[in-house]
C-alpha cells in the first residue's frame, strides 16, 4: 500500500478542478469576454445553477452560502438568478444543446420544492432542453417527502448527498448533525424517486476523528448501496474560511494519521468493489463515471472528476464558474452586487482569465495525470519538470515512460503535488491551497 513521504505532502497544491486555477483569476476579464464566448458556442453545453443558500451552515465548509432564513433575500436571489437564465439564453446560439444540467450550492433543497420546480421550468422554457441529465446535490436535513416527490417529477437521475461522517460525536464537532436514520431515509426516498445514481460525501481527518469512526462510516455507505463515493480530506484554512475558526485545532488528526485514513479508505472500497477514480472517488464498476474512467474519457471539471464530455459549462448563479476553451470567468460572488447586477440586467462575471494555448497545453497535462495516472509530455516541459520530479522519481512514485509521465499506483496520493510541477502559476501562492491528502 502507499508510503508516507511527509516531506512530498508538505506544500499545499490546488484541487485542479480547472486550469489555470481560480486563484489567477483577475479583474481584467468579465462580461464582455462572457458574452463574446457565450455567442461563439455550439455543439454540447452543460448548465451550472448555484444556490448559495442552507438550512443551516456548516462549520467545515468552505462554501458561497448562507442560511436560507430571509424569504424575501431568497426570493430576490431567485429573481435575479431567472433573468440571468434569460440574458444567457439570449446568447447562446440556436445550435448550442443542453445536455446536462447541475445544481450545486449550498443546499439546492434549501429552497422550497415549489421554488425549484420553477427554477427548472425556467431553465427548460429559455434553454430548451430536451431531456438532459440532471444532477442536484443534497442535504439530508431538509430532504423532505416533498423534494422527493419533485425530484422524480422533474426526472433528476442523479443526487449527491453530504453525509460526511455517520458518527454522532464528530457530526457535533462540525456543526452538521444528521442521525444515521435520516440519512437511510434520505437514500431510500432518493431511490423510490427514480434517482439511479447516489453518491455520499465522506470526510477523513475531521476533529477527534479515528480509523475505526471512519470504518464504521465507510461500512454504513457501502450497506446503503452508495453508487459512488467522494473521500476528502478536511481542509482547515481558519484564515479564509472564518466559520471553521469554531473548530478546535487541536482536536484535528496530524498529517500521518490523515494519510493513514485516507489509505485505509481506498484500501476498504476497493476491496468493496468499487472502482477508484483517482485516489480520493469511487465508483460501483456499472455507474457511468466508473465507465468513463475504465475506458480513458474521465475529465476534471468545477465539480471535480466527471464523465461529462461537453467542451462549454456555463456557471449561473452567485459566484459560479463559466468555462470555455479559451476562457475561464466567474460570476460576482457577493449575492446582494449579484442580485443588483441582474436587475440592471447586467450579467455580474467580474473576473477570470483568457486561457491561452500554453495554458491549454499545460492543462491537458495536469487533467491527463489526475484522470488517467499518465501524460504525453513534450521535451521542453521534460526540460522544466523532471528536476523538481527528482524526489518524486527517486520514491518510485512516478516514472518516465518513453515520452510519457506514469503516476505509479503508490503515487496516487501525490497524484496533485507531481502535476503541480507542471503549473507556472504555484510560486507565490501556496497559502491558498490545502494540503494534497
Same mark, same amino acid.
Given at each position: ?18 486550469? @489555470? ?132 417529477? +422533474? ?129 460501483? @464498476? ?21 464523465? $461529462?464530455?461537453?467542451? +462549454? ?51 491537458? +497535462? ?13 521535451? $521542453? ?42 503549473? @507556472?502559476?504555484?510560486? $507565490? ?9
Amino acid at each position: 500500500m502507499w508510503t508516507y513521504h511527509p516531506e512530498l505532502l508538505a506544500v499545499p497544491v490546488p484541487r485542479y478542478t480547472s486550469f @489555470p486555477t481560480a486563484a489567477e483569476f483577475g479583474e481584467g476579464v468579465g462580461a464582455s469576454q462572457l458574452v463574446s464566448a457565450l455567442e461563439e458556442t455550439k455543439g454540447e453545453v452543460s448548465l451550472y445553477v448555484h444556490i448559495p443558500f442552507c438550512e443551516k451552515i456548516c462549520w467545515y465548509c468552505g462554501c458561497n452560502t448562507s442560511v436560507a432564513n430571509l424569504s424575501d433575500r431568497v426570493a430576490s436571489y431567485l429573481d435575479a438568478l431567472h433573468r440571468e437564465i434569460a440574458l444567457v439564453s439570449e446568447l447562446l446560439p440556436k445550435t448550442a444543446r443542453i445536455a446536462r444540467i447541475a445544481f450545486g450550492g449550498g443546499s439546492p433543497n434549501g429552497i422550497s420544492p415549489v421554488a425549484f420546480v420553477r427554477l427548472v421550468d425556467e431553465l427548460t422554457l429559455h434553454f430548451a432542453a430536451s431531456s438532459p441529465v440532471i444532477s442536484i446535490e443534497l442535504d439530508p436535513r431538509t430532504l423532505t417527502p416533498e423534494w422527493a416527490e419533485v425530484i422524480a417529477s +422533474v426526472g433528476i437521475s442523479r443526487a449527491s448527498m453530504g453525509v460526511q461522517t455517520f458518527a454522532p460525536a464528530l457530526q457535533t464537532a462540525i456543526g452538521r448533525v444528521q442521525p444515521a436514520a435520516m440519512i437511510e431515509t434520505g437514500t431510500a426516498m432518493l431511490r423510490s424517486a427514480g434517482v439511479g445514481s447516489i453518491n455520499f460525501d465522506l470526510m477523513y481527518g475531521l476533529p477527534g476523528q479515528t480509523l475505526a469512526d471512519l470504518r464504521d462510516s465507510l461500512e454504513r455507505t457501502v450497506a446503503l448501496g452508495a453508487d459512488r463515493i467522494a473521500l476528502f480530506g478536511y481542509a482547515h484554512v481558519p484564515h479564509l474560511i472564518a466559520r471553521q475558526r469554531k473548530i478546535d485545532a487541536a482536536d484535528l488528526p496530524d498529517a500521518e494519521v490523515r494519510f493513514a485514513m485516507a489509505a485505509f479508505g481506498y484500501l476498504f472500497l476497493v476491496e468493496a468493489g468499487y472502482v477508484p477514480i483517482g485516489f480520493d472517488h469511487f465508483a460501483k @464498476p456499472g455507474d457511468a463515471i466508473a465507465q468513463v474512467a475504465l475506458s480513458g474519457r474521465l475529465h476534471r471539471n468545477f465539480q471535480g472528476f466527471t464523465e $461529462d464530455q461537453a467542451p +462549454v459549462l456555463v456557471g449561473l448563479g452567485a459566484s459560479a464558474i463559466s468555462s470555455f476553451p479559451g476562457l475561464l470567468v466567474q460570476n460576482e460572488k457577493n449575492t446582494g452586487r449579484y442580485r443588483m447586477m441582474l436587475s440592471q440586467d447586467r450579467l455580474s462575471a467580474d473576473r477570470g482569465i483568457l486561457r491561452g494555448a500554453e495554458d491549454r497545453r499545460r492543462g491537458k +497535462v495536469i487533467e491527463d495525470l489526475l484522470c488517467r495516472g499518465r501524460a504525453h509530455i513534450d521535451q $521542453d516541459l521534460r526540460r522544466e519538470a523532471w528536476p523538481m520530479l527528482a524526489p518524486y522519481f527517486a520514491a518510485g512514485l512516478c516514472e518516465g515512460d518513453g515520452d510519457d509521465l506514469v503516476i505509479a499506483p503508490d503515487g496516487l496520493p501525490y497524484a496533485r503535488s507531481i502535476a503541480a510541477r507542471f503549473d @507556472p502559476y504555484r510560486k $507565490d501562492s501556496l497559502r491558498r491551497f490545502s494540503s494534497a491528502v
